[in-house]
């Protein structure tokens, strides 16, 4: 495909070119900076809310029904759902989301899994592509749900606009507690499952956590959901919306779209680092030396980092290897 | 203090120059190359035993019998603890560690405290060289705690020779199977708090598990304990001996040396060309300005992440800033 031809398929939101467009940035395709370059300029228009949370929480249904109450309300609504990938859980996992993709007949919703693992780095720049093909594509309304299990997953909820934390009562309440607050990410807390025994505690809680927090500007909201049978999600949305609200007000939008952008560009530093200095050497042989020199203590990875940075920066890698 | 000195006194096993060491590395002094040139070839005695798990599971009271165990045994013991760190519950952890630290009035073991805010990548690092000073100081088992909350965490178990996963029962099981099947990462899984009911249930839960992955040699083993009476540590000590002992047979220790060598150089050069590249531009007012062309969407982060690399290796930065 030609990327012009490429690039007006997402603009026509086409589905097939929007999937074939995030397939490209997935694979880390030599295009996807120009595709980049021509995608990003239209976007800016989707309000994204990230979706976090351990596993069990019900996040799935609750995305489900949150897209739901969006697309009621005339939205287009796009859905990035990061999933664990392992052996022995990615397949069930992944498994779970195509079959919700394929029940979901809508052609106004569009749903994309991508796995997590994360060995290099590549993962938040992939969600980042992920989201400006949607944005670019009209989809006003874009949820990014994931397993709030490590860096990576956390690093991609900072994405949002809005971030989602979903804790349910009975899961090791305090451990669950403890974690949000540790993560500090949440704008507002769902307790799903709130047809549950200890709701109130698991309230309080989160209330306790929040009164122990310093919160400069916006305090985050706790709404209580059953999203299997659509409860509180109104109450959700309107949550979500006071949240925009706030962000809205002068002064407060720029910093958290500023720390996002640094976030990002480091991210895109750390991957683009990576692959520029280890790829060459991984092809010519020269990295399993270097691992082995560290192995046998004649060398320390952070020399050998600062020596092949130095060296790439010289533009004259293989004469300046140690060892 | 002269870096000879100070050398000089970690390998003289001073245990203010241990700490004073471990400072310097971790404050990301200027010296910190040059201190593990010198300490590195020293090292390598030691065994490194990795002990992670959620937050309640008993980790710190795990580590502080096997330490004791391993005392008795005639070893000198270093013990790592990286704490997560959060205005909400960092001071209280580390408080706890700190009591622990001060009963422990054996000089023959030695508590360091790490925080895990870790938004520059150098936690891994620094972790890195606080085990390179205690191995090059004597202490002949080093016990690496964190909490398995982030990739940063996961990270640094992975410095170890051996991992163990700490669960407990009845604290959403299913979940904490998961996740630790998620990270893939114990040589031993620890059932702590083994006096509780659920414990049978979650054992066959693990064993389910590792049936479900393929082994290709080492079957992680499954210790319960009840670490706060002491119970089971001697069984764990043995279960932890015996995964040496299969690291010891030909062709195992190495792959497992060369993986983790390689991803400490990841973690290097992610660091460094951070640092390389962004100080500067902190410095000069440069970065708010990018970040606000990122903001604007006149420029997208994997571009100006590219154009950055490209430019600090043409070391001609200053004059090929987008925007």
Avoid at 97 to 104: N, P, V
Avoid at 168 to 173: A, I, R, Y
Avoid at 184 to 211: C, F, H, P
Avoid at 213 to 242: F, N, Y
Wanted: proline share 4%; hydrophobic share 45%.
């Amino acid at each position: 495909v030609q990327l012009q031809d490429l690039i007006a398929s997402v603009l026509d939101r086409d589905r097939r070119g929007v999937a074939r467009c995030i397939s490209l940035l997935e694979r880390g395709d030599p295009r996807t900076l120009q595709i980049l370059d021509l995608l990003v300029p239209h976007g800016g228009k989707a309000r994204v809310v990230g979706v976090t949370g351990a596993p069990g929480t019900g996040k799935s249904t609750l995305v489900g029904a949150l897209a739901e109450h969006y697309r009621a309300a005339g939205h287009r609504v796009g859905i990035i759902a990061v999933d664990p990938s392992s052996p022995f859980s990615g397949g069930a996992l992944l498994g779970d989301r195509i079959r919700m993709a394929r029940s979901s007949a809508d052609p106004e919703v569009f749903i994309r899994s991508m796995a997590s693992r994360d060995e290099l780095g590549g993962l938040a720049p992939a969600a980042y592509g992920a989201l400006q093909v949607l944005d670019a594509a009209g989809y006003d309304r874009i949820l990014v749900e994931t397993v709030g299990a490590g860096q990576a997953e956390v690093d991609i909820v900072q994405l949002a606009h809005t971030t989602l934390v979903v804790l349910v009562p009975g899961l090791g309440d305090d451990v669950q507690v403890l974690k949000a607050g540790i993560m500090e990410i949440a704008d507002v807390y769902v307790i799903n499952k709130a047809e549950r025994e200890g709701t109130q505690r698991l309230q309080a809680a989160v209330g306790s956590l929040l009164d122990l927090a310093e919160h400069t500007g916006h305090r985050p909201g706790v709404v209580r959901t059953v999203a299997s049978e659509g409860r509180g999600i109104t109450e959700l949305a309107q949550a979500v919306a006071e949240h925009w609200t706030h962000l809205d007000r002068p002064g407060r939008r720029q910093p958290r779209l500023l720390r996002q952008a640094e976030l990002m560009l480091r991210k895109a530093l750390q991957a683009e680092a990576l692959r520029s200095v280890l790829d060459p050497l991984r092809r010519d042989g020269g990295l399993e030396r270097l691992l082995d020199e560290i192995v046998q203590r004649r060398a320390h990875p952070l020399r050998v980092a600062q020596d092949l940075l130095e060296a790439h920066r010289a533009g004259a890698r293989s004469s300046a290897l140690p060892g």
